[in-house]
């Protein structure tokens, strides 16, 4: 049986089919959630409620991952990975199933949050699935979920951009054609869960040895001022991210086509510089690659609103996603390197927790702006926190680990 397990590993890419299982669900969720990423603000604009209130839908989902969390966290740790992911794909399909298949406002804000009190189950349980199935190829297995997070929603944002205006000349109305596609994409989402069910058995951790002491009172020093960074990160992130769709439609008068063009052509740049960008990290050091990419990220980020042009402000676009992509994969590499092995899904809990934080804030204030028409102030903001990001990490670290690297070489 190990024999056949090792030649079957060396069959499908070099993974094992554990991990070749764990992408599947990855690729389904991501695939699908580009179906409704691409269209759901215009979605909600389309039946009428204000872009206030579409910051208030999209904050809930951020606001309510920060409650649950650590509670998470927690959970993950005492019943395994496996059953943890299983638990949070199949409720969080079905909550995005719940919330883009009716037009009760309620209902949808309802759908937000229970997305939101699952979906940090996503990047909590990533870090330990990962360690408990891929034994010592960590960084390969990292980059390879981060591709085809990318590669699977740029396809996802492609169909979603592109089906809508499809599908209308069959239904009613423009809202019913972005419902239609999008109950496909919650659908793929659900379905996401099939492949987990195959995963090997994980027996979780000695539960004795659990405690709530890495999360709160016995937190880490270096959670903590990665906690901070990730919080800058967020904010920086979701106000262009969560209204990029919006910009293009209003503020460029482009198309929805051209948005979902630019978010599959997207995914090219972001793949060479992940793929690329370790080697340029074993010479230079992931932090201070990742620091490098914050910076062109905050003027990318300024271009995007600098612009009225769709093809020059999409290009600015597709190179600050790259940049992200890039650094935040070197910096999730080295949060997980300095931290305890008592503390690591800790600190993979409050990244999310302060990321998450600067996403709500984002969301909420973002569609107060769009209310406003103030589109270039997303890209301000965005920027000015994207060079906190680059900032702050060299003030932590430049002494114990970026100076120290300089004297090393």
Same mark, same amino acid.
């Given at each position: ?6 030649? =079957? =590993? ?16 990855? +690729? ?28 208030? /839908? ?5 606001? $309510? ?9 927690? #959970? ?18 079905? *909550?995005?199933? @719940? ?10 804000? +309802? ?14 349980? =990533? ?24 590669? *699977? ?5 492609? +169909? ?13 109305? $423009? ?7 999008? #109950? ?12 987990? *069910? ?43 991210? &969560? ?14 086509? %051209? ?35 914050? /910076? ?5 980020? %300024? ?12 290009? $600015? &676009?597709?190179?600050?996603? *790259?940049? @992200? ?9 080295? +949060? ?37 028409? %103030?589109?270039? $102030? ?8 994207? %060079? ?5 990490? &060299? ?7 970026? =100076? ?6």
């Amino acid at each position: 049986m190990a024999g056949r397990d090792t030649a =079957q =590993q060396n069959k499908i890419l070099g993974f094992n089919s554990n991990i070749i299982y764990f992408l599947s669900m990855v +690729a389904l969720s991501s695939f699908g959630l580009g179906f409704i990423e691409a269209g759901f603000n215009l979605y909600i604009l389309s039946m009428g409620m204000s872009p206030d209130m579409l910051g208030v /839908i999209l904050s809930l989902k951020p606001f $309510a991952m920060v409650l649950t969390a650590i509670p998470i966290g927690f #959970i993950a740790e005492k019943i395994g990975s496996k059953r943890s992911l299983i638990l949070v794909n199949t409720i969080v399909g079905l *909550a995005h199933l @719940l919330r883009v298949s009716t037009p009760n406002q309620t209902v949808i804000m +309802a759908g937000s949050i229970l997305i939101g009190i699952l979906q940090p189950g996503y990047f909590i349980v =990533q870090m330990p699935l990962i360690k408990r199935y891929s034994g010592e190829n960590m960084d390969r297995e990292f980059a390879a979920a981060m591709l085809v997070v990318y590669a *699977a929603g740029a396809l996802g944002n492609l +169909a979603g951009g592109f089906l809508p205006e499809m599908v209308s000349p069959l239904v009613a109305n $423009a809202t019913i054609a972005f419902r239609a596609v999008m #109950i496909i994409g919650a659908l793929l989402i659900t379905a996401g869960t099939i492949p987990l *069910a195959l995963l090997k058995k994980d027996k979780p951790a000695d539960t004795r040895k659990i405690s709530l002491s890495p999360y709160l009172s016995g937190i880490d020093r270096n959670t903590v001022k990665s906690a901070i960074v990730e919080f800058f990160l967020g904010l920086g992130f979701g106000f262009l991210m &969560y209204f990029m769709n919006i910009i293009f439609v209003y503020y460029y008068g482009s198309t929805l086509e %051209a948005y979902g063009t630019m978010s599959a052509v997207m995914v090219i740049p972001i793949v060479l510089f992940i793929l690329f960008g370790p080697k340029v990290a074993e010479k230079l050091g992931g932090l201070r690659v990742s620091i490098y990419t914050r /910076i062109v990220g905050t003027l990318t980020a %300024a271009l995007v609103v600098l612009t009225r042009n769709p093809w020059i402000g999409g290009a $600015a &676009y597709i190179l600050y996603r *790259a940049m @992200l992509g890039l650094g935040n994969s070197l910096w999730l590499s080295f +949060a997980s390197a300095i931290s305890t092995e008592r503390s690591r899904t800790a600190t993979s809990t409050w990244l999310e927790i302060t990321f998450q934080i600067g996403f709500g804030i984002a969301a909420l204030y973002g569609g107060h702006l769009v209310g406003m028409n %103030a589109y270039p $102030a997303l890209g301000w903001i965005s920027a000015g926190a994207m %060079a906190l990001t680059g900032l702050l990490p &060299y003030l932590f670290y430049r002494r114990e680990y970026l =100076q120290k690297a300089d004297k090393a070489a």
